[in-house]
């Protein structure tokens, strides 16, 4: 029942304080990061905003839980992955990158009952659903990339607009590059792990 109010009303207000106590307006009762941590995986939709300022700063509460989380040993984000994520910050294609991140994870998270399901199956006989399942995967960020390779320079797919190759390749390749290494060192890491069980 409360869920549905959620829905209706919009997202839970959590306001943070300078002392940095986060106050649940909902239930009238401070939180802590691991009680957001919580609302987030149940699906509960808040706002973060600062006391005084009524600032929205759920960004950063975010991030911060993300911190507090790798802090632990949750490790999730490989370091490749972070640093190519700064490197993005300032670049011709920074725009495009949260729109990108969004539409991966959103298909993951689409998956991830059917992902769930066929590593099940894969222990129980060979890894091959596995595979097909991340090359699926694969094959939506690189077509997820594609779509923005028009909006880049000339010759940012490293081939000049007439169509050869270029002597060097544009940063924004390299880039490219380097994430579809992460996603193959991803897909391994899978198979990997089925295979152990």
């Known amino acids: 029942m409360s869920e549905d ?6 997202p839970v207000v959590i306001k943070k304080y300078a002392n940095r106590r986060l106050y649940n307006t909902q239930t009238s009762s401070y939180v802590t990061l ?13 706002e973060v905003q600062d006391a005084r300022t009524g600032e929205d700063i759920t960004r950063s509460v975010l991030t911060q839980i993300i911190f507090e989380e790798e802090a632990k040993g949750q490790s999730l984000l490989p370091i490749k992955f ?3 994520l700064i490197r993005f ?7 495009f990158v949260p729109g990108y991140l969004d539409m991966s994870m959103d298909s993951f998270t689409k998956n ?8 099940a199956e894969a222990l129980g006989g ?8 991340t090359r699926q995967n694969l094959q939506l960020f690189e077509n997820a990339m594609a779509m923005f390779t028009p909006f880049g320079v000339p010759g940012a797919t490293g081939k000049p607009e007439g ?20 996603m ?8 990997e792990l089925s295979q152990r069980k």
Not at 5 to 10: E, S, V
Not at 126 to 133: A, K, R
Request: charged share 35%.
């Open 5 to 10: 109010k959620n829905k209706n009303d919009g």
């Open 34 to 46: 691991d009680h957001l941590a919580a609302m987030v995986k149940e699906g509960t939709e808040f």
């Open 82 to 84: 972070l640093r190519q």
């Open 89 to 95: 910050y300032g670049d011709s294609l920074q725009t």
């Open 112 to 119: 991830q009952g059917a992902m769930r399901d066929r590593i």
């Open 126 to 133: 060979g890894n091959q659903m596995v595979e097909n399942m």
């Open 163 to 182: 169509g050869k190759p270029a002597g060097k390749p544009a940063q924004g390749t390299e880039d490219i590059a380097d994430l579809k290494e992460e």
């Open 184 to 191: 193959e060192a991803m897909r391994r890491q899978l198979a």
